[in-house]
């Protein structure tokens, strides 16, 4: 297992020299991306192979092992998402420059259409400020109902105080009281229910349309 540790341990060191060469121009990039790529498979088949070796090592030795494993897969994946975060710039970088040369490549005539694609970046904003302003909308709307419940409360117990002083007065009875006392509790609930509701509907429009 010691072999196998230390070989794995060396690619890990290899991989990261290979990423370094990556920026240097005078380098052929693709050749060290597959020559990563490669390293990266051998490294993870031995992580695989580790986590069968270590049952075979003695129990008092076997915490410390598998830490030395854990960090060799935590640098594994490190290097992955290196990897593919190169590998999304680049094409990212390949796009925009087609892009370009299709424009500048591009004839128009007096009569053609003129129209081009929009940059990203501008349709990106674009689609922020619409996200923006229907979230402003759907803010608006929520405090336009969260006003009208407070007024409806206001209302109510508005309500129940007049009710509460004639039923006084005509001596209602208690079960008639309790019926009016236990309405407003319901109308107290479905006004925080739908308060809960509309922060709700704001959170999702918020998390769908600007994340």
Same mark, same amino acid.
């Given at each position: 297992m010691e072999t196998l540790y230390f070989q794995t341990n060396s690619l890990i060191q290899q991989t990261q020299q290979c990423f370094q060469q990556l920026n240097n121009v005078r380098v052929d990039s693709v050749s060290v991306e597959a020559d990563i790529q490669t390293k990266l498979t051998a490294i993870n088949a031995n992580c695989d192979r580790l $986590? =069968?070796? #270590?049952?075979?090592?003695?129990?008092?030795?076997?915490?410390?092992?598998? +830490?030395? =494993?854990d960090q060799l897969k935590y640098d594994l994946r490190h290097l992955q998402a290196a990897l593919k975060q190169y590998q999304d710039k680049k094409a990212r970088k390949e796009l925009e420059i087609a892009e370009r040369e299709s424009l500048l490549s591009k004839r128009f005539t007096a009569n053609s259409d003129t129209s081009i694609d929009i940059d990203y970046s501008l349709q990106h904003n674009n689609a922020m400020q619409n996200a923006h302003r229907g =979230? $402003?909308? +759907? !803010?608006?709307? /929520?405090?336009? !109902? #969260? $006003? /009208?419940l407070r007024n409806q409360r206001d209302t109510l117990k508005g309500a129940q105080r007049r009710i509460m002083d004639i039923g006084s007065t005509l001596g209602l009875s208690n079960q008639t009281m309790k019926m009016i006392e236990r309405r407003l509790v319901e109308d107290k609930h479905v006004m925080i229910g739908g308060m809960i509701v509309t922060l709700l509907i704001i959170g999702l429009v918020i998390y769908f349309f600007v994340f």
């Open positions: $986590d =069968v070796l #270590l049952y075979k090592v003695p129990v008092a030795q076997r915490p410390s092992a598998k +830490m030395r =494993v =979230v $402003d909308e +759907m !803010i608006w709307t /929520g405090s336009s !109902i #969260l $006003d /009208g």
